[in-house]
């Protein structure tokens, strides 16, 4: 079974910079995009980035200019660089992948549990 695993959160002053990772394993066969989504308490979950096998990227408005995306087809990862956190930036972080198995060749969802991410004022 396909598994996404999230790293790299933790507790940030604003202002400053985190690098997050999220590692998928098992039988896979190809991953067609990889997204980065967060959680705030009390708010719906939002896409902040996310990128294709071939590098095409998209992010919410809300963190372009402070936010990279990235992956590394070969270790099926894929990173978010954030800088200039803020406060509001702060939420659970999880990774979300559309791929394929080498079980089925019916594209499916896959999703980490998330990692927290805590932006001090």
């Known amino acids: 079974q396909v598994r996404l695993v999230e790293s790299g959160g933790g507790l940030v002053q604003a202002g400053g910079s985190l690098r997050l990772s999220c590692a998928a394993s098992?039988?896979?066969?190809?991953?067609?995009?990889m997204t980065w989504y967060r959680q705030a308490p009390g708010k719906q979950r939002e896409l902040v980035a996310s990128?294709?096998?071939?590098?095409?990227?998209n992010y919410a408005d809300s963190v372009k200019g402070r936010f990279t995306v990235s992956r590394d087809n070969a270790k099926n990862t894929v990173y978010l660089q954030m800088n200039s956190l803020k406060p509001e930036d702060t939420a659970v972080y999880s990774c979300?992948?559309?791929?394929?198995?080498?079980?089925?060749?019916?594209?499916?969802?896959?999703w980490g549990h998330g990692t927290q991410v805590t932006v001090s004022s």
């Open positions: 979300y992948a559309r791929g394929v198995d080498y079980s089925d060749p019916t594209p499916r969802d896959y």
């Open positions: 098992g039988p896979i066969f190809t991953i067609h995009v």
């Open positions: 990128i294709t096998s071939g590098g095409s990227t």
